[in-house]
């Protein structure tokens, strides 16, 4: 499927929690067969080459600070990380007034499709980017890591997969090949998904094929890997790590 890409120009900068340098995020636009999609990206237009990170987030969007200090945190790993906002303003303003947990899953289950195929396509167009050379993966956060594993369970470019806090979505039939290299990243204390979701995650994976490893960070709630701690620095360097690892074959 061909991807036209529009870069824009801006540049655009965010200030980092507790630094006083400010992450600049380079700002384009990929043109998919259902709409624009927003991109933000941590890496240079040039350079050696490099692998690929697509990073998903959560129902809030990439608001937070905590996504200024991954991006840096790939990048440093030596990973050229992509914000890529799957989900658009409407998304996440719908989602933010949707009245209670019934409606979220509700409006999640009719938009899947859409950004399951809004994923696959960016994928698709890095990974025929000479600078990544074929080496895309993707880590996805909260309701990023269920539209992560939904598009992580066709045919498609990404040879990593790192999922913090979020599994399949309700409803979705879960894959009959094996998934991407995996690494679940989890809060101990996620009151959201419990541990016991990760667990049978991992085991998915196994029984599928492929390999699967998981990360518990003890006492951390589900928003813990967006925090501006310790903690939340250790999960980052575990899932950058593990791409690095994977991607550099």
């Given at each position: 499927?061909?991807?036209?890409?529009?870069?824009?120009?801006?540049?655009?900068?965010?200030?980092?929690?507790?630094?006083?340098?400010?992450?600049?995020?380079?700002?384009?636009?990929?043109?998919?067969?259902?709409?624009?999609?927003?991109?933000?990206?941590?890496?240079?237009?040039?350079?050696?080459?490099?692998?690929?990170?697509?990073?998903?987030?959560?129902?809030?969007?990439?608001?937070?600070?905590?996504?200024?200090?991954?991006?840096?945190?790939?990048?440093?790993?030596?990973?050229?990380?992509?914000?890529?906002?799957?989900?658009?303003?409407?998304?996440?303003?719908?989602?933010?007034?949707?009245?209670?947990?019934?409606?979220?899953?509700?409006?999640?289950?009719?938009?899947?499709?859409?950004?399951?195929?809004?994923?696959?396509?960016?994928?698709?167009?890095?990974?025929?980017?000479?600078?990544?050379?074929?080496?895309?993966?993707?880590?996805?956060?909260?309701?990023?890591?269920?539209?992560?594993?939904?598009?992580?369970?066709?045919?498609?470019?990404?040879?990593?997969?790192?999922?913090?806090?979020?599994?399949?979505?309700?409803?979705?039939?879960?894959?009959?090949?094996?998934?991407?290299?995996?690494?679940?990243?989890?809060?101990?204390?996620d009151r959201v998904f419990p541990v016991s979701t990760a667990v049978e995650l991992q085991r998915t994976?196994?029984?599928?094929?492929?390999?699967?490893?998981?990360?518990?960070?003890?006492?951390?709630?589900?928003?813990?890997?967006?925090?501006?701690?310790?903690?939340?620095?250790?999960?980052?360097?575990?899932?950058?790590?593990?791409?690095?690892?994977?991607?550099?074959?």
């Amino acid at each position: 499927m061909r991807v036209v890409l529009t870069v824009v120009l801006t540049l655009l900068s965010f200030s980092l929690t507790g630094h006083a340098e400010a992450a600049a995020r380079r700002q384009f636009v990929v043109t998919a067969s259902n709409g624009d999609v927003l991109v933000e990206a941590f890496s240079s237009s040039s350079g050696p080459a490099r692998p690929a990170v697509v990073v998903l987030s959560g129902s809030k969007g990439f608001a937070s600070p905590a996504y200024d200090e991954l991006g840096r945190r790939l990048e440093a790993t030596g990973l050229d990380a992509y914000l890529v906002h799957v989900l658009s303003a409407s998304d996440v303003a719908t989602i933010a007034g949707a009245g209670n947990a019934r409606a979220r899953i509700g409006y999640y289950a009719a938009r899947l499709p859409d950004w399951i195929a809004s994923v696959r396509e960016v994928v698709s167009y890095l990974d025929n980017q000479p600078r990544h050379a074929g080496r895309v993966g993707v880590l996805g956060i909260s309701l990023g890591a269920q539209i992560a594993a939904a598009a992580a369970g066709g045919t498609t470019g990404i040879g990593a997969l790192v999922l913090v806090d979020g599994a399949f979505p309700d409803g979705y039939s879960k894959p009959r090949r094996a998934l991407p290299p995996l690494h679940i990243v989890w809060g101990g204390a996620d009151r959201v998904f419990p541990v016991s979701t990760a667990v049978e995650l991992q085991r998915t994976a196994q029984e599928l094929g492929g390999s699967a490893s998981l990360d518990v960070h003890k006492g951390g709630a589900h928003d813990f890997f967006l925090k501006s701690d310790s903690q939340a620095a250790a999960a980052h360097r575990s899932a950058a790590d593990f791409l690095l690892s994977q991607l550099s074959n």
